[in-house]
């Protein structure tokens, strides 16, 4: 966790494990937690949209944000996703965090519907109200709100929004977002536009395909950060066939079968969402051994060789 600012690094959105019964299998999800944390991941956020939290009772979901916090060691940030249908809702599930003493939450605009622009401004406000540090999530294609670089000015305009997650796939963003209010870090969201969004910039990363990859993730988040292009574009160019996975409408069903296939427990996702397609599984499979066999080596700890 960076001191101060937690919500900077590379932020795992974690999947939530399920038992042959379908119920949380919150023995996994920590167990899951703390290997992320030794791999050197800098935090975690449960209940995004990778958690699948739309499928989660209300008692479960909070359970979910509990069990990561008493999981996460000293040094891994947790930011649990507070997406809600409404402001109510939303601002229930930051109140839930702080309590189980996340470090700060993941807050899309309001959910189900195309809330206007003066909705989503008074949404943040309800959500920052409740004192953790509050990073927006911008999916357009999850939340049917497009948070513009012009909007999201004028929802930073809020104390207590610290950061934005860009999922848009527009790498212009950035550029425009430090022009129009240049307080609010720029956290890379899709997985496969991470090099772009870094080098241009972005102070972190919230990744779905590290759950399976962390330390080669890690390494390529290092070497964007630091500008090293003549080793990062190998190693991003090996990773990102995989990456792509986290940018597609089966995102969550792909990212399991990544965890389960890099020897992780991935496990089933809650209906209605089904199992990939075996012709999709497949393409997926060879992505991930081509991203394995050429990143991750216990001597040189996932560095390309």
Known sequence: MTAGRPWRGVLVAVTTPFRDDLGVDFDRLQEHVRWLAEAGCHGVTPCASVGEYRALSDDE??????ATVQAAPPGCAVLPGVGGYGSRQSRRWAEQAAAA???????PPPDGYPAGDTDVVAHYREVTAVGLPVVAHN?????????TPELLARVAETDGIVAV???SGDVRRVHRIRDLCPHVDVL???DDVLLELVLCGARGWVSGLSNALPRPALRLYDLCAAGDLARALPLYAELHPVFGWGSRPEAVQAI???MDCAGRFGG????????LPPP?????????????????DPVTDGRPR
């Open 268 to 275: 089933r996702c809650r209906p209605p969402r089904g199992p």
């Open 165 to 167: 997650e860009e999922f």
């Open 61 to 66: 979901r909070a359970d979910v944000v509990r």
């Open 256 to 258: 399991k079968l990544a």
């Open 280 to 296: 999709a599984a497949a393409r997926l499979r060879r992505d991930l051994v081509r991203a394995l066999s050429v990143t991750v």
């Open 101 to 107: 003493g996340a470090h700060g939450v993941l807050a």
């Open 139 to 147: 999916d357009p294609y999850e939340t049917r709100v497009d948070l």
């Open 188 to 190: 890379a969201g899709a």
